[in-house]
């Protein structure tokens, strides 16, 4: 039998499976021509994308160059205070000529470790050692610090700062401030509008600068989380698309101004660039279309030409297997040719099928009558060498004799009963023990030279299905040891004489157990130990069911034990 099939709720149908395989051969194709359209996309994604980017640089690049010269000046200038620092009024007054030499600057000057103003161009003595502004100059020691409200300007700046060393130890700062100025965001370039703010911001968030028609207030809440996106913000110039607050989906550009220190931002609207998507969408959709126009055509050419004949094929298959009716195929006008051939196949095979069984029932029956006959014939045979026994039993005097013929004559019996239940059974090639061996017990008592209620017969027979070959040397084998049982059973004074049979199967092992009592009757040396022939017989018995049998005696029992496994049917005896 075929293992059941791997398909899902009928996906392991023939229709389906090429209808599948014809997809995936025409899927190819369409990817295809999708892939080139999201390339298309792709470069115009990327071509607004640089034009975003580099809106946002033309509007920070003087800024950026002017704090890159600006932090070059103020490198210099901290060398120069760290020899100047004796003469406090020759240094304020290289601050102050520092401040004219760059209108930007405001404020520059030399702030010890202490946070006192040593000497600038201005504020001379102004203790900073409280403002949060020096803190970050202590905890940083040197870049780019914003202030909505400078310590001595009291406007909002940008300090570029730088450590004074002397022998390579720290002393002390060298500050500049530059007042913050509003970016000069360029009018509309063609195809991409102005954006909502562009702003200059430090590492840590805080802003410097913002050129927007709105106000910082407005501006604020629309910004990233700037934790979120600080290594995307500071590892160059980058694009960023967020939901705002309003709900709303944003651009955000950023750039570098001075790399890891200051960087500028644009929000836009997501409005600012089209990709095109309306053309993307009607290029994926046309090979879509034409993908499934092609799955569909395949589907009703399969199921037209082949699935619904084999459908056909397949219910007449099952009604032969589960009926052995034959039913007439309808529609075959146009069946393929290689359909027509498997039909007509499937026809002569169910033919030949029916005629073959036919055949086969007569001669199972024929079989059948012929072994009921020989096992009928075997038992009156058996019988009849029975009567004949029976007949020399009346004219035998001797008692030794007798009792010898009547032990034959149980073995023979034995045999006729064996007989008479293999051709009464419906399975002539197996025999019930149980039935087997109530037959043998009721034949050995009624043959027992004992009166009716005199010995208690306990059995207790499980009923096992046996082969000829092993229920034969079994019957025998009962036969003997049932028949010694009553010969030598006997009991204590005051208690009957008991006699108990048992058969039980436990996973293909087979135990036979035959007790019986003893007492005053018993007859002396002749048991089952001694060399008779009841005893050979009983060896060669187990010996042909190749199992294990013990006897032993104790406390006035007398027991007889068989274990063997059932085995299948051998040619041998």
């Keep these: 039998m075929l293992p059941g099939g791997r398909g899902i709720d009928g996906l392991d149908r023939l229709d389906v499976r090429l209808v599948a395989l014809l997809g995936l051969a025409l899927l190819p194709i369409g990817l295809i021509a999708m892939v080139q359209t999201y390339r298309v996309i792709d470069n115009a994604d990327e071509v607004a994308r640089a034009a975003l980017i580099g809106h946002t640089v033309n509007a920070v690049t003087d800024q950026r160059e002017a704090l890159v010269q600006m932090r070059g000046a103020a490198r210099i200038a901290a060398e120069i205070v760290a020899t100047s620092l004796e003469d406090q009024d020759a ?6 000529r520092f401040t004219r030499r760059f ?10 470790n202490d946070g006192l103003v040593r000497c600038a161009s201005s504020g001379i003595g102004t203790d900073l050692s409280d403002n949060p502004v ?21 406007m909002p700046v940008v300090s570029v700062v730088e450590p ?19 970016l000069n965001i360029g009018s509309e370039e063609a195809g991409i509008e102005s954006p909502l703010a562009t702003l200059t911001m430090t590492r840590t968030g805080e802003v410097l600068s913002l050129a927007s028609a709105a106000s910082m207030t407005d501006i604020l809440p629309l910004l990233p989380d700037f934790d979120r996106f600080r290594g995307a913000i500071f590892g160059g110039a980058r694009q960023i698309v967020e939901e705002g607050p309003d709900g709303r989906s944003y651009i955000y550009t950023t750039v570098p101004i001075i790399p890891g220190e200051i960087f500028a931002m644009s929000i836009w609207r997501s409005s600012a660039v089209s990709t095109g998507g309306l053309t993307a969408a ?13 799955i569909g055509v395949a589907y009703f050419a399969v199921h037209r030409l082949v699935v619904r004949h084999i459908r056909q094929l397949r219910l007449r298959i099952r009604a032969f297997t589960t009926t052995r009716r034959v039913l007439p195929f309808r529609d075959g006008g146009d069946l393929p040719s290689e359909l ?8 002569q095979l169910t033919e030949r099928i029916l005629r073959d069984e036919a055949d086969l029932e007569n001669s199972l029956h024929e079989k059948d009558v012929l072994l009921k006959e020989v096992h009928h014939r075997v038992k009156n045979n058996l019988q009849l060498i029975s009567s004949m026994m029976n007949m020399q039993l009346r004219k035998t005097t001797s008692e030794e004799t007798r009792s010898l013929i009547r032990r ?3 073995r023979v019996l034995g045999l006729a009963t064996i007989h008479r239940n293999l051709y009464r059974a419906n399975v002539l090639s197996r025999v019930d023990s149980a039935q087997l061996i109530a037959d043998l ?4 008592t009624a043959n027992a030279d004992v009166s009716d209620g005199a010995i208690d017969l306990q059995t207790d027979i499980q009923s096992v299905a046996l082969y000829p070959d092993q229920a034969v040397p079994l019957s025998l084998l009962v036969t003997e040891t049932l028949t010694n049982a009553f010969k030598y059973v006997g009991s204590q004074k005051d208690e009957r004489p008991w006699i108990k049979l048992g058969l039980t199967e436990s996973e293909g092992t087979v135990t036979l157990c035959c007790e019986n009592s003893l007492g005053p009757r018993f007859a002396g040396d002749a048991g089952l130990g001694a060399s008779g022939l009841g005893s050979q017989l009983m060896q060669a018995f187990v010996m042909q069911l190749d199992g294990r049998m013990t006897v032993r005696e104790s406390e006035g029992r007398h027991t007889v034990t068989l274990v063997f496994d059932t085995s299948e049917f051998t040619d041998e005896l």
């Design 91 to 96: 240094c304020s007054a290289n601050m102050v």
């Design 103 to 112: 209108p930007s600057v405001s404020f520059a000057g030399y702030v010890d």
């Design 134 to 154: 020096y803190r970050r100059w202590i905890s940083e020691d040197a870049g780019f610090f914003a202030s909505s409200q400078g310590a001595v300007s009291g």
């Design 164 to 182: 004074v060393r002397i022998d390579g130890r720290s002393i002390g700062f060298f500050g500049v401030s530059i007042p913050q100025a509003p």
């Design 282 to 294: 009607s290029a994926i959709l046309f090979p879509l279309l034409m993908w499934l126009v092609s």
């Design 340 to 347: 027509r051939e498997v039909v007509e196949a499937f026809e």
């Design 408 to 410: 034959l004559q149980d």
């Design 441 to 444: 017990v009721d034949q050995i």
